[in-house]
């Protein structure tokens, strides 16, 4: 069950690079296990297909990690310093 959407807007560093790309996504809450869904990564207005696969992540322990590896990486770290600060701006997910 799906208990709030919003967007975020965040850097993305390229492993191993000095490479970084601004991205816009969807956050999608579900409510029955806490993780969240991320979908529709953008970087730029308009534009059409997502430049990467859905993403799920939850948070354990203070760490943001893919929800079937449980490992953390540069995309799922920065994606959910973008939910904390949406959330923490938002205390209601809106």
């Known amino acids: 069950m799906i208990r709030s959407s919003y967007n975020i807007a965040f850097n993305f560093?390229?492993?191993h690079t000095d490479l970084t790309?601004?991205?816009t996504a969807e956050v999608e809450l579900?409510?029955?296990n806490t993780y969240y869904v991320i979908k529709?990564?953008?970087t730029v207005p308009g534009q059409q297909r997502s430049i990467l696969p859905d993403l799920r992540i939850?948070?354990?322990k203070d760490r943001w990690v893919h929800?079937?590896?449980e490992k953390d990486t540069n995309l799922s770290i920065?994606?959910?310093k973008a939910i904390d600060a949406h959330e923490s701006e938002h205390p209601t997910g809106k």
Do not use: A, M, T, Y
Request: aromatic share 4%.
């Open 67 to 69: 929800c079937d590896s």
């Open 30 to 32: 579900h409510h029955s």
């Open 78 to 80: 920065e994606v959910g």
């Open 40 to 42: 529709n990564f953008k």
């Open 21 to 23: 790309i601004p991205l």
């Open 13 to 15: 560093r390229v492993d």
């Open 58 to 60: 939850k948070k354990i």
